[in-house]
């Protein structure tokens, strides 16, 4: 069975919190409307009492309602007004007058509870066969001093009647209310959830052979274009990657194809022609640089693949780097005397920083081997280390022929190389450079390069100083 979709969720979830809310709302509307119609009956009530009042005069020392026959406003007021009324002695607990739907009700005190009445000061609720009655007690004297007792009633089917209509209106509304707000609540998750259904659609058209497409934008800058633009810097990081393995391949398939068909040419020439013992050794030496060339690349590929891994570990400690460059001068010097360029030095001193010196050997090598390997014979490269107020910086600056501006930012790119054919004297894959500001930031340092087309290429690489 396929779960319910979103869009179901959230009109369930949407419709359950609403029908919780008009369910509480009608409730807490329900009390409060029963007790303000209560409350304007219970006045109202305690109006005709004090009206009655001025209509009651006493005849032979007896309380009797005595208004204008004549006069039909008041005659109505007064009639409603005493619908339930009786009168009753407090001294004897007789009863003076009782309206007729008074009697009718069978609705008379006997004397204990005419007592018990003239000590309840609020309201009282009867229920009668007319329904439910509310009475206010009041007392009256006559001018003999006599006290009567006087209840007026008022029927409180009005406000039942009230409540009634409110229920079956709330019934009726209620339903039809949820009905619309469902309705409603479909339709605007549809639409909300229509740049979902857009992104989806666009995602599923993104292959491998197009990670050029990206997920649509709406403008609105919300949570969905967020999520939008997100994916899209993950489609732009997967192309980088995937970019950077077509040209992975192509530079591995290029460096083995090179060396593997010298090596194979080679033992086909030896096998063929070879006359002596020490030509199949001439022969023999000849491979071993292949090999060596084979190794240097895959040394390279295992350093990246454990630095993808983060498997690389760097020992850190306070180092003087005028000593490395010291000492990687001394490396080069002998293979830039054979290829006729001269290696000028400034190492500087105390140039103290916090660096691991393997790693920093490292970045020196392939700096200097970069320069070395892209100088012409009869060309000059120099490194000087100087120091700065909060920085050891090193400068490596060849005269070969510079790099083009178009080029220049991609350098420390992996696998990148300016010159696609790659001509045999400038070995590589591409990736020293990368290498080399991979590590120097992992030292929390800063590399970058300036260059002039047939004016040579200066490196400037700086560490932090220690303390």
Known sequence: MKPPGLRLKLTLAYSVILTVLLALSCVAAYYLFESQLEAEITDELADRVEALRGYTHFKNDVPTLIFKENDPE????????????????????????????????????VPNEVRTASQESGPVDIETDDGRLRFLNDRVVSPSGQEYLVQVGISMEPVHFALRRFVRISLILVPFGLVLAATAGW?????????????????????????????????????????????????????????????????????????????????????????????????????????????????????LARSEAGEVRFERRSFDISNAIGEVVDTFSLLASARRISLDSEPGKDLIATVDPQWLERVLVNVLDNAIKYTPPGGHVSIRGTLEPDAVRIEVQDSGPGISAEALPHIFERFYRADPSRNKEVEGVGLGLSFAKWIVEQHGGTIHAVSEVNRGTCFTIRFPRSG
């Open 74 to 109: 008041v005659a109505l007021f007064v009639r409603t007004a005493a619908r339930y009324h009786q009168i009753y002695s407090l001294t004897t607990g007789e009863l003076v007058s009782q309206s007729t739907e008074m009697q009718l009700l069978g609705l008379g005190l």
């Open 187 to 303: 339709l605007l998750t549809g639409s909300a959830l229509r740049p979902v259904r857009r992104i989806i659609h666009a995602a599923h058209e993104i292959e491998v052979s197009n990670l050029a497409q990206r997920l649509p934008l709406t403008g609105s800058g919300d949570e969905l274009d967020n999520l939008a633009t997100t994916f899209n810097e993950v489609f732009a990081r997967l192309e980088k990657a995937f970019g950077e393995l077509r040209q992975l391949t192509g530079s591995i398939a290029h460096e083995l194809r090179t060396p593997i068909a010298a090596l194979r040419g080679e033992a086909e020439i030896a096998m063929l022609h070879a006359q002596s013992v020490g030509e199949l050794k001439d022969v023999l030496a000849s491979q071993l640089e292949e090999f060596d060339k084979l190794a240097r690349m895959i040394d390279q590929l295992l350093t």
